[in-house]
């Protein structure tokens, strides 16, 4: 048995703005469910939801601050949680990492420094719970500074730091660095220095003892310039200890079978009842309710990232055929405005809903025929799985975990049961049009349809897998 310290700046239920919180909410208790020791940190932010007591743990004393450190449980399940308390940086409202208007946080070097200082002070129990883990799991930039502040003690544990996207790298001035009194011997070119900006992300590639990705694509990818935002090099002198683990899915959440957010439940053997989705979904966007005609979902952040302005440049011919388009998102507010104009041009296709809203993702996995993911890059990306599940075809571009999870429907596929979606290449308006009238054309064939509904849903994306190569490679570390 592993200890394993997990730490993360959120974790679904807690506090989600988007795939980072499905893992890591996810991948620890599925670690757990393996019989693993596994303990969660995190900082406890004004808006972190628990249904469970939380009872002080201890308080630890790191740069002059008094830090309490307060215990819990993940809802519904056993594993433990540690918050970390520090109301100063951690009690503001809404989202972890920007304002209202979509700004960072002013202090959020600070804020994540000192996150991951107690971080670890607790993977070295300096705390002194009797508790030191074999492995410290680091994910994204927000924790990179862990493996690099572990790196110079002795007696250490482990470290693994898994990236969940690269766009994301906590790059921060030199000035900024200087305040955080971080060991002198972490700056420089071959450390946390990149160009003269702090970069936390780099504490995590230069530093932990093995760096994972979300697809075994999207760590080819990060290892050129197009994908690795100038630490392609690092990432490639690296690449003996860097490799992919696909993400599963929580199917205690995402399941038709069983899913309270959706109209009506349904199973690969009951594709019918589908349909009862879609109505609702239709009513809820306020679009006409006809079965017959084929309903495009699309949930997400609305940033470049996800092909949004691929989108954009599609709808207007897409509004001229036969299909209607629902739209689930929030971000780039130039989107949003451009996104609200086309609903509103065209009232009986295209409906959107600005905002997070996580029972209305449901719905839309639940009610759509297919689902539009016409990513420039993705780590992995969770609705391509969620959807196959579902049975709603998703249309995905052909990168990072889009390309590990997605099987093309064409005559072979189809033939041989393993075609799942709709496959292009090329991240232009002109190849995800294409890719949208090829579905058009495989949902005027209904049997071949459901028979690709049918291979979809019966794919094992359970976390089971995924935690299974984590444990594996926790042991040959
Ligand atoms: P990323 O982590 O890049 O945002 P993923 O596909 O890996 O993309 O995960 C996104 C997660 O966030 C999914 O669970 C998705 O359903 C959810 N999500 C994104 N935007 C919204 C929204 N506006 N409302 C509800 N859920 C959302």
Sequence with gaps: MKRILFVTSEAHPLIKTGGLADVCGSLPKALAELSQDVRLIIPNYQ????????????SVRVDNRNVNILESRMPESHLTVWLVDYPTYFNYPGNPYVDELGEPWPNNAERFSLFCKIAVEVAMDRVHQDWKPDVVHCNDWQTGLVPALLSIEHNRPSTVFTIHNMAYQGLFPAETAATLNLPGQLWHPAGLEFHDMLSFIKGGLVYA???????????????????????????????????????????????????????????????????ANKAELQRRFSLPIIDSVPLFGLIGRLVEQKGIDLILECLPEMAAMELQFVLLGSGDKDFEKQLQELAALYPDKIAITLGYDESLAHLIEAGADSFLMPSRFEPCGLNQMYSQRYGTLPIVRKTGGLADTVVDSLPETIADNTASGIVFSEASSGALLEAVKRTLMLYSFPKTWKKIQVNAMNKDFSWEQSAKQYLGLYENL
């Design 47 to 58: 808006a972190l939801k628990t249904s469970e007591s939380v009872r002080f743990l201890c």
């Design 209 to 275: 003892d093995f760096i994972t990705t979300v697809s075994p694509t999207y760590a080819l990818e990060i290892q050129t310039p197009e994908f690795g935002y100038g630490l392609e090099g690092l990432l490639d002198h690296r690449k003996e200890f860097l490799g992919g683990i696909i993400n599963g899915i929580d199917l205690d959440q995402w399941d038709p079978k069983a899913d309270a957010y959706i109209a009506q439940s349904y199973s690969a053997t009951t594709l019918a009842k589908k349909q």
